[in-house]
T-cell receptor, first 113, second 112 residues
Framework: SQQGEEDPQALSIQEGENATMNCSYK?????LQWYRQNSGRGLVHLILIRSNEREKHSGRLRVTLDTSKKSSSLLITASRAADTASYFCATALNTGTASKLTFGTGTRLQVTL | KAGVTQTPRYLIKTRGQQVTLSCSPI?????VSWYQQTPGQGLQFLFEYFSETQRNKGNFPGRFSGRQFSNSRSEMNVSTLELGDSALYLC???????????FGSGTRLTVV
């Protein structure tokens, strides 16, 4: 079953606007990662934030993590049409030497001109 | 450097058949994971291999199996295919696992 729930499920904005997506999860984590997927293709790793970090930036991306609320948000600033994709959060438990990603349900972002 | 390569890209099989999917990770990556993506269940973890050993396994029936070779290439096998096995199967690799993964483009399996 999915550990993460993302909202909104779908988001439509105009080019130049900011897009914010939220992710909630259920258990303690080692890190949380965000991925982008274009039209049912492979996932592209965007950013990773560790459980002891609160905020991280990468280009136009800003990720926050609140472990007390078990939630994270992804902000894409000055969006472009090329940002149109589905975005997934994924949590890594890293128990011992084993590791796996548990994905959220995803947010479909549509950026229009 | 070359990315994660999955073959074949598309596959159509009949119920009851078996299928083998292949994944070549990025050179130097020893962790290879497999995921199943369907519209109904989303992205679900199948299993992870590290240095030819299965380190973690998801909640899938025994019909789903995998292996990893000494060159880190991995295969997954699904036996006795069911209609519900139709999905996009994604392979991901990382140096040690748990950090950022690089995904392949996936194999889209259709079971008829």
């Amino acid at each position: 079953s999915q550990q993460g729930e993302e909202d909104p499920q779908a988001l439509s904005i105009q080019e130049g606007e900011n897009a914010t997506m939220n992710c909630s999860y259920k258990t303690s984590i080692n890190n949380l990662q965000w991925y982008r997927q274009n039209s049912g293709r492979g996932l592209v790793h965007l950013i990773l934030i560790r459980s002891n970090e609160r905020e991280k930036h990468s280009g136009r991306l800003r990720v926050t993590l609140d472990t007390s609320k078990k939630s994270s948000s992804l902000l894409i600033t000055a969006s472009r049409a090329a940002d149109t994709a589905s975005y997934f959060c994924a949590t890594a438990l890293n128990t011992g030497t084993a590791s796996k990603l548990t994905f959220g349900t995803g947010t479909r972002l549509q950026v229009t001109l | 450097k070359a990315g994660v390569t999955q073959t074949p890209r598309y596959l159509i099989k009949t119920r009851g058949q078996q299928v083998t999917l292949s994944c070549s990770p990025i050179s130097g990556h020893r962790s290879v994971s497999w995921y199943q993506q369907t519209p109904g269940q989303g992205l679900q973890f199948l299993f992870e291999y590290f240095s030819e050993t299965q380190r973690n396994k998801g909640n899938f029936p025994g019909r789903f199996s995998g292996r990893q070779f000494s060159n880190s290439r991995s295969e997954m096998n699904v036996s006795t295919l069911e209609l519900g096995d139709s999905a996009l199967y994604l392979c991901a690799s990382s140096e040690t696992g748990g950090q950022g993964y690089t995904f392949g483009s996936g194999t889209r399996l259709t079971v008829v």
